[in-house]
């Protein structure tokens, strides 16, 4: 199987491509340091089973959506192996969180879980929408931008950022338009309340 790393850590990388070098089960596809749009071009373009992520390439305020913005360009199933902590709601993000304490066999055998999770389930194991979730589903549907949202519910732009990724997860819908749509269909609003 192969595996990108998204590591701003060389001596993490490497440790990891000794792991799978001498496991022999997993082979590095590539190794980036951060994200910027000549890496996510490469990321676009790869074949990998999974992407291994240290979500201290991201600035803090964007911790609790990286997961989203990797799926955005791939497929395979994304991996934290964090050297920061990480609270257990970003970690819920993940298909699989990785120790620094990890044997090389707990590696992989996270590795090989995460990998195995069928996509099609991933949507429908948790597909029902919270009350909250179907608040900020509906104010989408309608239009409304993070900073309204935050402001309706007094809630934090983070807080909304991460229930937009909840229902994005959970629906398997990334756009505003299909929202909509989404809303509509499950008649969570009228249609003439749409702008």
Same mark, same amino acid.
């Given at each position: 199987?192969?595996?990108?790393?998204?590591?701003?850590?060389?001596?993490?990388?490497?440790?990891?491509?000794?792991?799978?070098?001498?496991?022999?089960?997993?082979?590095?596809?590539?190794?980036?340091?951060?994200?910027?749009?000549?890496?996510?071009?490469?990321?676009?373009?790869?074949?990998?089973?999974?992407?291994?992520?240290?979500?201290?390439?991201?600035?803090?305020?964007?911790?609790?959506?990286?997961?989203?913005?990797?799926?955005?360009? +791939?497929?395979?199933?994304?991996?934290?192996?964090?050297?920061?902590?990480?609270?257990?709601?970003?970690?819920?993000?993940?298909?699989?969180?990785?120790?620094?304490?990890?044997?090389?066999?707990?590696?992989?055998?996270?590795?090989?879980?995460?990998?195995?999770?069928?996509?099609?389930?991933?949507?429908?194991?948790?597909?029902?929408?919270?009350?909250?979730?179907?608040?900020?589903?509906?104010?989408?549907?309608?239009?409304?931008?993070?900073?309204?949202?935050?402001?309706?519910?007094?809630?934090?732009?983070? +807080?909304?950022? +991460?229930?937009?990724?909840?229902?994005?997860?959970?629906?398997?819908?990334? +756009?505003?338009?299909?929202?909509?749509?989404?809303?509509?269909?499950?008649?969570?609003?009228?249609?003439?309340?749409?702008?």
């Amino acid at each position: 199987m192969k595996v990108f790393l998204i590591m701003p850590s060389r001596v993490m990388a490497r440790g990891l491509e000794g792991v799978f070098h001498d496991l022999g089960e997993f082979k590095i596809e590539g190794i980036v340091s951060d994200i910027s749009p000549r890496e996510e071009v490469m990321m676009k373009n790869m074949s990998a089973d999974a992407v291994i992520v240290d979500p201290a390439v991201f600035a803090h305020s964007l911790r609790a959506v990286a997961r989203q913005q990797i799926s955005e360009l +791939t497929d395979a199933a994304v991996v934290a192996f964090p050297s920061i902590f990480m609270d257990e709601e970003t970690c819920r993000q993940y298909d699989a969180v990785l120790s620094l304490y990890d044997s090389p066999a707990e590696i992989v055998h996270k590795l090989r879980a995460a990998v195995s999770v069928p996509k099609d389930n991933a949507a429908s194991e948790c597909s029902e929408l919270s009350a909250r979730e179907k608040d900020i589903l509906i104010c989408v549907a309608k239009g409304l931008i993070n900073k309204e949202i935050a402001d309706i519910y007094n809630i934090s732009i983070h +807080t909304v950022i +991460t229930h937009r990724r909840n229902i994005t997860r959970k629906t398997g819908i990334k +756009t505003v338009a299909g929202l909509t749509v989404y809303a509509l269909l499950n008649n969570l609003i009228d249609p003439s309340s749409v702008e």
